[in-house]
């Protein structure tokens, strides 16, 4: 696509980015045929062609409207488009950037601005998110039964395994799974445990930024990168082998530190180092000898893969190969690609769109009637927790 961006573009940093992912989309439409919005909506303005073209719009200096904004909103940020994209648009990176530039220049009504501030203030906050969750199971008796299905039961949190192999490798303490299933890590920690690895849990990192990110605010995502980055590095230095990510959409946004501040002379080079670090627990299991968990199992699986796992790191079929060789029989999925609907805080943010897609989703990981549903992805986990009839899991949850 051929176009001239406009003079308050080119003061961006990011200019070059921008420039390069519109010249490179030549509008096929490939991407409409993989994309969960467009084909719930049949709109051409909910794909990925009409959402570029609406950028594009912007960034050649055309006025944006409240509308153009809208149709931004329902994209889920699933990336499915960029499998199938011939020409290998990063939509995901013009649409991050698009819409910061759009938030600037349209307003939104009181009520979602105060939406989603509530949501930035809580969400990342582990301490807050934990006390928000407290007083959710407290009043969970009075509260509607739709808003009851999206509280999980409550775990009760087990102590972290010893650090005594000389093998280590580190992990976020993040911010919502702390509380919503405290088991992954645990789990995580054990498995590696009994691999002769040692999981140290770094205290002072926090959320890995990625809900800030896609809700607009990069400056203060950009913050917890390089709070993370300066937690982590003495660890790095002491030499950490890798940074464990048990929940797919933080790992995601933590290997792409290393894009998002590139510019930052103070930061580049260790958000590089620490990006490099960065592996799914799946990358780290697939190359270790896992015998010890193999044995027969009569419970059946289907595994849905998040959209961060398999259209964001590009990690299809590592899970699946794993927990076929703890036992596991494995169910297939139709449409595999499709996002569920969770995408973060889209659930919260587009309900009604999501509640559709979760439906459409329950009943294809269904349709070969499985005992459980394992996931790699806190969202998605709780997600589809709120309305399958079948057990949800972390594939991790299965290994032991």
């Known amino acids: 696509m051929q176009t001239r961006l406009s003079k308050f573009v080119k003061n961006e940093p990011e200019y070059r980015d921008l420039e390069t992912i519109l010249r490179s989309c030549v509008h096929?439409?490939?991407?409409?045929?993989?994309?969960?919005?467009?084909?719930?909506?049949?709109?051409?303005?909910?794909?990925?062609?009409?959402?570029?073209?609406?950028?594009k719009q912007m960034l050649v200096g055309y006025p944006v409207s409240a509308l153009a904004q809208r149709h931004l909103d329902r994209c889920l940020s699933c990336r499915s488009c960029e499998s199938t994209c011939p020409s290998g648009v990063r939509y995901g990176r013009l649409l991050d950037l698009g819409r910061v530039m759009v938030e600037s220049r349209v307003r939104r009504p009181w009520l979602d601005r105060a939406r989603r501030s509530l949501m930035l203030r809580v969400f990342p906050h582990a301490r807050r998110f934990a006390l928000f969750m407290r007083l959710g199971w407290l009043l969970r008796p009075l509260l509607p039964r739709a808003v009851q299905r999206k509280l999980p039961e409550r775990q009760e949190r087990q102590s972290w395994p010893e650090a005594r192999h000389g093998r280590k490798m580190l992990i976020f303490r993040g911010c919502v799974q702390e509380s919503l299933r405290p088991a992954i890590d645990f789990t995580a920690a054990r498995i590696l445990q009994d691999l002769g690895i040692s999981l140290l849990r770094v205290k002072s990192t926090g959320c890995c930024g990625a809900l800030n990110y896609h809700l607009s605010d990069h400056e203060r995502a950009l913050a917890f990168a390089r709070s993370n980055i300066d937690a982590c590095w003495p660890y790095v230095e002491q030499g950490a082998e890798a940074i464990v990510m048990t929940a797919s959409g933080c790992g995601l946004m933590v290997k792409e530190y290393a894009q998002l501040l590139r510019h930052d002379r103070h930061y580049a080079q260790k958000a590089a180092r620490l990006s490099a670090m960065a592996k799914d627990i799946s990358e780290i299991l697939a190359g270790e000898d896992l015998s010890c968990f193999s044995r027969a199992r009569t419970a059946s699986v289907v595994f849905q893969s998040p959209c961060t796992l398999q259209h964001g790191q590009k990690l299809s079929d590592v899970v699946e190969a794993l927990l076929e060789k703890a036992g596991y029989q494995l169910t297939s999925v139709a449409d595999a690609h499709l996002c569920c609907g969770s995408a973060g805080v889209y659930a919260l943010l587009q309900p009604d769109l999501a509640g559709r897609l979760l439906q459409d989703k329950l009943q294809a990981l269904q349709a070969g009637e499985p005992d459980i549903i394992a996931t790699a992805n806190i969202g998605c986990l709780n997600h589809l927790q709120s309305a399958s009839p079948v057990a949800v899991k972390h594939w991790l949850e299965l290994l032991p």
Do not use: V
């Open 28 to 55: 096929c439409g490939f991407c409409n045929a993989t994309c969960p919005t467009y084909q719930l909506l049949g709109d051409e303005l909910d794909g990925p062609r009409g959402r570029i073209y609406l950028l």
